[in-house]
């Protein structure tokens, strides 16, 4: 049974790694794998009960993370509809491209980590389209934004699905995550910032003629763009502090929230006509959130929970630690492979492999993963979800962000890791 769930689990693995050759969604490949693994572990396991009981306990865990998810991207799709981002990047205004790589840098690693690094890296990259005629320059900010998103969504719990999944299994929590590794994360920007500012140095902006066109679709007002982006805002930011006052899991916290921002909605446009006010409900939202990614994240953690009710997960963890040893190698090295293969499976096979009594939650394995997994994907395009939604947008070729991006991401990923290192070293942890 054992041998033939690992054969399935990299097959399906790497059907998801090699989604854009193969031309299958990852989503398929992963719900066939998770299918095919719990169907190998009822058939031979015979105690259908304890199965049951199994399935029970995962599906509890991942439908905690799909709903956090799914709210949380339809608050952020509510607030894009009103033009909400614009509050932001209409305050963008300059004429060298180095201070512009500077601020749309900072701006888009505390976007992230207030909203996530997927919608962090669409509102940026499409902003560039309006602000920046040359596709060579348009490139070169697709790929630090992606840095920039990935390093900004590692710091806070809400910030990169990887972070989320630590904090809604207990490993981290909210206050100390951010306290922890702010500095490392902001590390891993400034890094390549300073690099690619030098190499940007006296170059000035060069604007598409015309003007940005304005958004398709209806124009909200003022009052009600700026009511949507901050009550959006503010729902998010709650709801750390939500879970810590409530004790109650965090999908509660942000299902609430968006009951809120639904209501305020409905008020805000109750005069207008049905055909007026349907670009602004939550109804449009939800049709338009990646029910895609959605989708995958469910097959994706009931595929690895099979290997961890197996116990596979564990003796993979024993393994690596006689073989390789040492702690802050073995997380090194799993942020690495993010960079190749999806960071979420490995971040969900790493919560399985190491148990929380042996690694209590805030403890430096679980910091330094959440940092390791959230940032290393940025070291290739096709290793987050940002990377992959830039090289949509922009058209990238793998080998171009290869040739130009790859080197800063990973100075910046090595930076910023030695510091959390050196600090956990002298501060006795």
Partial sequence: MLTALVIVFVLAYAAIALEHPIK?????????????L?????????????????????????AQIVFFLMGAMTIVEVVDAHNGFEVITSRIKTTKLSSLMWMVGF???FLSSILDNLTTTIVMVSLMKKLLDKREDRLFFAGIIVIAANAGGAWTPIGDVT???LWI??????????????????INLLVPLAVTAFILKGKPVVSPQGGGAARAGMASTDAERNIMFFLGLAILVAVPVFKTVTHLPPFMGILFGLGILWLVGDLLHRDKSDEDKNHFTLVHALSKIDMGSIVFFIGILLAVATLEHTHILGSLAEWLNN??????????????????VDNVPLVAASMGMYSLEQYPPDSFLWEFMAYCAGTGGSILIIGSAAGVAAMGLEKIDFFWYMKKISWLALIGYFAGAAFYIIEMRLMGH
């Fill in 163 to 165: 972070t989320t999944m």
């Fill in 38 to 62: 719990w169907t190998i572990y009822a058939m031979a396991s015979g105690d259908s009960h304890l199965v049951g009981e199994h399935l029970s306990e995962s599906l509890m865990g991942t």
């Fill in 169 to 186: 299994g207990g490993q981290i929590t909210a206050l100390n995550i951010m306290k922890e590794l702010f500095i490392p994360s902001m």
């Fill in 323 to 340: 073989t390789v040893g040492r702690l802050d190698v073995i997380v090194l090295i799993i942020g690495l492979v993010s960079a190749v």
């Fill in 107 to 109: 701006v888009a690693f």
């Fill in 24 to 36: 299958i969604n990852k989503s398929a490949s992963a719900l066939i794998g998770a299918g095919l």
